[in-house]
């Protein structure tokens, strides 16, 4: 085998695929807003499946300017062991409709590419992946999601549809 067959393509980042990732995780939360009773930063849900309890997801408000919000989305609660709750900070751009993962567990600035292997054994696509979680966890509350009538609660933005 020569040399260059050995080489290791660099993975190039899918921008047709993270951007839609992204556009689609700001129509969820569009969607899941919808459940604001009060006028406040949090709204918290249980998942439920028929009668089973999956769970409590809690969506914070950590900062508001013009054209962006960043949000904590975090779940606080699980009915099994298979789950950690997740905790990603999101920021949501209204001006271009999108939301994007920027963070998980703390950790900052996930890279679009990652050389791999790495210290953190991130994947060379985290980002992308990142948003798809963040989508299908969307999906998964707007499907089993119940609003709880003490917790339902979500502040909206001057200017921003909801």
Known sequence: MSAAT???HRY???L?????LCEGNYQRLRRLRN????????????LH???HYLGRVSISVLQQTRYTETLLLEQVHNSGRWLN?????????HDASMAEVISFYGNRQIAAVNDYPNRFMHHPD?????????ADWLDYCLRFGHVIPECSQWHHSDGVEG
């Open 6 to 8: 050995l080489r290791r």
């Open 12 to 14: 190039v980042p899918d």
């Open 16 to 20: 047709q695929r993270l951007g839609a």
């Open 35 to 46: 459940l604001e009773t009060n006028d406040t930063d949090v709204l918290q849900f249980d």
């Open 49 to 51: 499946r028929e009668s």
């Open 85 to 93: 709750n997740p905790e990603l900070t999101v920021r949501v751009y």
């Open 126 to 134: 985290e980002k992308v992946q990142l948003n798809g979680f963040v």
